[in-house]
């Protein structure tokens, strides 16, 4: 089945110990997303890519990072976690972001920093 | 500023009916998204809205006005297993998705 896979499902790292969150899809779409989720928030969209062309939203802090070394993978980086940064990460993946077609989610990253 | 309001939490009866409204005020308007979100788990997708009326598909239906800037979110014959949160998202005049915060929806037995 195609779908968006994301690893690990659970991640606990140490205030300051950069970590790495991944994501692949087998939907072969265009864009990916990457979304931070705070327990009852709206997700807050970090940044996406169309292929890759990268583009980050003007409240993301530096502290993170993204790569997308080809069409099905796609990498955050958060370089020096803080207890703020906790959080639900979701990968989505759409078709397009010219049009309205619609953002397949991933399972989720659940960060836990200690 | 862009703004989706959706009530923070509902209770309803397993086998009843209940709506989730959502009012939107965006720059631009390229349609709506419903999202089904159960705890701790990612958001699957329901519905998408662009030109106004009901779109019905099964027990879950959604509605649009544009000219209000509203929609709901109607589920009827309800199940244990639609206690989740709900989470409407508009599209804007950039295609940039704005969420809002979700309902959280609890069904009774």
């Known amino acids: 089945d195609a779908m968006v896979i994301q690893n690990p499902r659970y991640q606990v790292t140490q205030f300051g110990k950069p970590v790495t969150l991944s994501c692949s899809q087998t939907l072969n779409h265009n864009v990916m997303y990457w979304y931070q989720q705070k327990s009852s928030q709206a997700p807050k969209l970090l940044f996406h890519?169309?292929?890759?062309?990268?583009?980050n939203e003007a409240d993301t802090p530096d502290n993170f990072q993204s790569r997308r070394p080809n069409t099905s993978f796609c990498f955050l980086d958060i370089r020096s976690p803080g207890l703020g940064d906790a959080a639900m990460y979701l990968c989505a993946t759409s078709r397009d972001s010219g049009g309205a077609d619609t953002q397949y989610f991933g399972p989720g990253t659940r960060l836990t920093v200690l | 500023g862009q703004n989706i309001d959706q009530p923070t939490e509902m209770t309803a009866t397993e086998g009843a009916i209940v709506q989730i409204n959502c009012t939107y005020q965006?720059?631009?308007?390229?349609?709506l998204f419903w999202y089904q979100q159960h705890a701790g788990e990612a958001p699957t997708f329901l519905s998408y809205n662009v030109l106004d009326g009901l779109e019905e598909k099964g027990r879950f239906s959604s509605f649009l006005s544009r000219s209000k800037g509203y929609s709901y979110l109607l589920l009827k014959e309800l199940q244990m297993k639609d206690s989740a949160s709900y989470l409407c998202a508009v599209l804007d005049s950039n295609y940039q998705l704005i969420w809002g915060a979700g309902t959280k929806l609890i069904i009774k037995p």
């Open positions: 965006t720059s631009g308007f390229n349609g």
């Open positions: 890519y169309y292929d890759k062309d990268f583009n």
